[in-house]
């Protein structure tokens, strides 16, 4: 006997776009058959309970591209969406950065950055071809990035000799100069991610700064608070600007096209991680001001699973994250749209590997995907984020 049953409602306007999309009812997500059974190490989709509808439900759209709780999510793919791959090789090599220079069509690229395994990597996106970019100085260990006006900032974790550091490299010659690599004489402990922020004639170069370098790249052991900083390229002044007060490990960092709003991802400390924490895999929201200070933290979301790595905003403020189960599209109020589905790119036996969707770029009508040993390319409706 079900000791609940339920009718499971299709929303009519929900018209599914394609093979590529799976609609799921929204309510799923937080209203199930009783008795119903799965925990963070799996996936949502594979949450069983004691009605076999609403499990083979949820089943069978682990079988599809990607994952729709609305119609916005469905107009954003066109009738024909798929999975195109466009990479592959026998190493590690795609899984953090994501900065898509738009004047070159290029997508900046590094491996996973655990172990000293990154290297800058850039894909063509309309030849395919991926090559490595050959800086002017070494960008030890990369982790993320950030594309403006010819010019792409990349967060390095550095190595024990070579302090962690942001670098611009020019994107027509490669030069390469180190833009931040301490405060008041002290090492960074470890950029993760960069977003530059263009404001009343003035540029804010912003990088979360996390205990990484040590724990991952062989780099010494922090002597700076773990932050968000702001580098102010008029003043020629580098200042924290979030503390950890207020984020515990800041992780992924954008702002929305306007510049009025900073989204910054929190990651769980490697070091105190479980329900005992102080960190949660959280995505604040900051207000930022005229002068490109962020207020007024608000909790946006929690990562659904895993943690919100790589984030990126389109023009349309949606904020896009990669989790454990995929790429996550909210509305700018933070409600879950959709999200494209890990279980489509990665398979089981490279997920047991730890493989993930860190990252991934939004490069015009095109979302890249990073998939460690593969890039995909899913076409979009429309461009997302113009040049
Ligand atoms: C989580 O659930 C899956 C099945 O859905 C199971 O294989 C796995 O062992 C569970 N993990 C934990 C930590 O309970
Ligand atoms: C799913 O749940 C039903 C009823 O709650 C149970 O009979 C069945 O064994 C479960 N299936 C799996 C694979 O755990
Ligand atoms: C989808 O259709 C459009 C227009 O017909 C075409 O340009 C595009 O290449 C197709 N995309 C795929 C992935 O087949
Ligand atoms: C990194 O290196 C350490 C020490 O050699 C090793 O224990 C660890 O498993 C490695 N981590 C990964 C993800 O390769
Ligand atoms: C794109 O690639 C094609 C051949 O693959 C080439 O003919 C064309 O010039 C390229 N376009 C650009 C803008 O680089
Ligand atoms: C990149 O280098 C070229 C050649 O020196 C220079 O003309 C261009 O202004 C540089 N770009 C930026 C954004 O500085
Ligand atoms: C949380 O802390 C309490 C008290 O120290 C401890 O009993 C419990 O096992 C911890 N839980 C986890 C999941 O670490």
Not at 79 to 104: M, T, Y
Not at 257 to 269: A, C, H, I, Q, W
Request: aromatic share 10%.
């Amino acid at each position: 006997m079900f000791p609940y049953t339920r009718a499971i409602f299709l929303s009519p306007l929900l018209a599914t776009a394609s093979d590529f999309i799976a609609t799921l009812d929204p309510s799923l997500t937080f209203s199930l058959p009783l008795n119903f059974q799965q925990n963070a190490s799996s996936s949502f989709l594979a949450t069983n309970t004691s009605s076999p509808h609403e499990t083979q439900q949820l089943a069978k759209a682990a079988n599809h591209g990607a994952i729709a709780f609305s119609q916005e999510f469905i107009d954003l793919f066109p009738a024909n969406a798929s999975l195109q791959l466009v990479a592959e090789k026998k190493q590690p090599f795609a899984a953090e950065i994501g900065a898509w220079d738009c004047h070159r069509d290029q997508v900046w690229l590094t491996g996973p950055t655990i172990n000293g395994t990154s290297h800058l990597e850039m894909l063509d996106l309309n030849s395919s071809v991926v090559s490595q970019p050959k800086t002017s100085i070494p960008v030890p260990n990369p982790n993320g990035g950030f594309y403006s006006d010819g010019i792409v900032y990349v967060a390095s974790d550095g190595d024990y000799n070579i302090p962690p550091a942001i670098y611009s490299v020019n994107t027509t010659t490669l030069e390469t100069k180190i833009v931040v690599n301490s405060y008041f004489g002290l090492r960074l402990n470890g950029p993760n991610d960069i977003a530059v922020v263009s404001k009343g004639g003035n540029k804010y170069l912003f990088f979360t700064d996390d205990p990484l370098s040590a724990l991952y790249n062989n780099g010494q052991l922090p002597t700076l608070p773990d932050a968000v900083w702001r580098f102010d390229f008029n003043a020629q002044s580098l200042l924290p600007v979030i503390d950890r007060a207020d984020i515990s490990v800041a992780n992924g960092i954008r702002a929305n096209r306007e510049g009025t709003k900073l989204y910054v991802t929190d990651t769980p400390d490697p070091l105190t991680t479980g329900v005992n924490g102080t960190a949660s895999s959280a995505i604040y929201v900051f207000d930022l001001d005229v002068d490109a200070q962020p207020s007024n933290r608000k909790l946006f979301g929690f990562a659904e699973r895993g943690i919100s790595d790589g984030i990126h905003i389109d023009d349309a403020g949606r904020v896009w994250t990669g989790e454990a189960d995929g790429i996550f599209v909210r509305s700018p109020q933070g409600r879950i749209l959709g999200f494209v589905n890990a279980q489509a790119i990665l398979s089981e036996e490279e997920m047991v590997q730890g493989y993930m969707l860190e990252n991934f770029a939004l490069a015009g009508n095109k979302l890249v995907v990073f998939a460690v040993d593969k890039i995909w390319v899913v076409e979009l409706a429309k461009s997302v984020v113009a040049c």
